[in-house]
């Protein structure tokens, strides 16, 4: 018989959502709640998670608690995983992108760096940090400048990580900016997949707390462009399920694509509601250019092979 499951997977506030896998387990980083920087929770299967606690051991010295958004890990040996990470930044007062460094992947992880890794403060800062690592194996960092905070333009970057994890190379590129009307004044959320020769720029767009917020893609024949966007988003409001987004791209034991994602229940949308971004989890494929998704769901479907 064919287990299933129903969404959301973590039926909790669990906002800006990451899955990464390590051997036989998964683990999803969350924006700061519920008194924790980091949360993190772990699973065997990508649908049954437990707590497993506060993935940031603390904030660095320029940083200013509180406001701890958007963590994702990447690891660089089987010891040492980075965590990349938005926070305050004291000097400029704006969110800026940190990197922690821990032994394995759920932490405690320690930055001990003396200034951000990435905070364009003059266009609003640096958020939504997200690792990606080629086929021929250089990893690069994906951000967002934090336009919209401070009415100016948003955009997706891309710059080569050094072989440390917590270090820049060269020059950062300029992939796509808001430039398509269901975007609104916000494009952010960047994540990056490759397969088959191309690569997926995934993101998110419009108003994180209302039914605007929605996935879209653009995709490249090489990684530095030149990035051509869907005309539509894919992933969009249905029924109960209002504003998905933040997503993040696993793939389970059989080599099957899902897509990780926050959204509010019906109801309960936005802070002013007391809502909560819930994770969810629905089937995602990538061919010839075009990223298929079947749409978000609230109805059973078979689990994820571990």
Not at 247 to 257: F, H, I, L, N, Y
């Amino acid at each position: 018989m064919t287990r299933t499951f129903t969404n959301p997977v973590i039926n909790e506030n669990f906002p800006d959502p990451f899955v990464l896998r390590v051997g036989e387990w998964y683990y999803a980083y969350g924006t700061n709640g519920g008194g924790n920087d980091v949360p993190v929770q772990r699973s065997r299967d990508l649908v049954n998670w437990s707590f497993v606690g506060n993935a940031l051991a603390g904030q660095p010295r320029w940083a200013r608690a509180g406001l701890t958004w958007a963590p994702e890990v990447m690891a660089f040996a089987p010891d040492r995983y980075v965590l990349y990470y938005t926070t305050r930044d004291t000097l400029s007062d704006r969110q800026c992108v940190g990197a922690a460094v821990a032994t394995r992947p759920e932490g405690p992880y320690t930055d001990t760096s003396e200034r951000p890794l990435v905070c364009q403060a003059d266009l609003g800062g640096s958020i939504d940090a997200s690792p990606f690592r080629d086929a021929d194996g250089q990893r690069y960092l994906l951000w967002k400048n934090d336009g919209n905070c401070c009415n100016l333009s948003t955009g997706i970057y891309l710059q080569k990580l050094g072989a440390d994890g917590v270090s820049l190379v060269g020059m950062e590129k300029l992939l796509i900016s808001n430039d398509a009307l269901w975007e609104g004044a916000v494009v952010e959320a960047p994540s990056l997949h490759v397969q088959d020769g191309y690569y997926y720029l995934l993101y998110s767009g419009a108003s994180y707390d209302n039914e605007t917020y929605a996935v879209g893609y653009a995709t490249a024949r090489t990684l530095t462009g030149p990035y051509t966007k869907a005309p539509e988003p894919v992933v969009v409001t249905s029924g109960q399920v209002v504003g998905p987004g933040h997503q993040t791209v696993v793939t389970d034991g059989a080599g099957q694509t899902w897509l990780a994602y926050h959204a509010w229940t019906l109801g309960a949308v936005g802070d002013a509601s007391g809502g909560q971004r819930s994770m969810r989890l629905d089937r995602i494929g990538f061919k010839g250019g075009r990223v298929l998704f079947g749409g978000v769901t609230l109805t059973p479907q078979p689990v994820p092979t571990p």
